[in-house]
């Protein structure tokens, strides 16, 4: 039998918590040599990307906008190219 404490209630806890899986906090497109995903795809090695980040691509790069940063860096380097 729980006991009761005159005056006092218990609330329902109503908060939130948002939980994410590794990787879900960043979902863009990276900028990666092909010949490094085509390497990837075969071995599983982990790619890095213009901008650092360090995964194994598994999802469809068409899905996602660009990554702002490697869609920054890769201008950057081809900017330098032209001139």
């Given at each position: 039998?729980?006991?009761?404490?005159?005056?006092?209630?218990?609330?329902?806890?109503?908060?939130?918590?948002?939980?994410?899986?590794?990787?879900?906090?960043?979902?863009?497109?990276?900028?990666?040599?092909?010949?490094?995903?085509?390497?990837?795809?075969?071995?599983?090695?982990?790619?890095?990307?213009?901008?650092?980040?360090?995964w194994?691509?598994?999802?469809?790069?068409?899905?996602?906008?660009?990554?702002?940063?490697?869609?920054?860096?890769?201008?950057?380097?081809r900017?330098?190219?032209?001139?």
């Open positions: 039998m729980p006991l009761e404490t005159p005056g006092l209630s218990t609330l329902p806890d109503t908060r939130t918590e948002t939980r994410t899986e590794d990787g879900d906090h960043d979902l863009f497109a990276h900028y990666v040599r092909k010949d490094k995903i085509m390497e990837s795809a075969v071995t599983g090695i982990p790619v890095v990307a213009l901008c650092g980040k360090v194994v691509p598994n999802r469809d790069p068409s899905k996602f906008p660009v990554c702002p940063d490697c869609k920054r860096i890769y201008d950057g380097l900017g330098d190219q032209a001139e």
